[in-house]
């Protein structure tokens, strides 16, 4: 089994700043990607941002020079730090991550459960 879990959201004032973070856990040989999507109430779930494991990154346009994604390989970590948020930013964030299990050759995508940001003053 693998496992991702978020944490870091929560209420915050538009201009303000949140740092996500999600672990990965559990019979992991490997990850190849991680990255964070973002779904907001009545609308699909879409690609925020997504790094590489040698760290190549893309974003979204709505959030290109006010996020920023980083990973911690050793630890299975990829962040996501939010700066100048908006309230159309509110969403529930989750993360992504592409891993390969021990004893397999190809990776498997795998999602955590989602963590709450609300933009609101």
């Known amino acids: 089994q693998v496992y991702l879990v978020e944490s870091g959201g929560g209420l915050v004032q538009p201009g303000g700043s949140l740092r996500l973070s999600c672990a990965a856990s559990?019979?992991?040989?490997?990850?190849?990607?991680m990255g964070w999507y973002r779904q907001a109430p009545g609308k699909q779930r879409d690609l925020v941002a997504r790094?590489?494991?040698?760290?190549?990154?893309n974003y979204a346009t709505s959030v290109k020079g006010r996020f920023t994604i980083s990973r911690d390989n050793a630890k299975n970590t990829v962040y996501l730090q939010m700066d100048s948020l908006r309230p159309e930013d509110t969403a529930v964030y989750y993360c992504?991550?592409?891993?390969?299990?021990?004893?397999?050759?190809?990776?498997?995508?795998?999602w955590g459960r989602g963590t709450q940001v609300t933009v609101s003053s």
């Open positions: 790094i590489t494991s040698s760290g190549s990154t």
């Open positions: 559990g019979s992991i040989s490997g990850i190849s990607s």
């Open positions: 992504s991550a592409a891993v390969i299990r021990i004893g397999r050759y190809s990776p498997d995508d795998y």
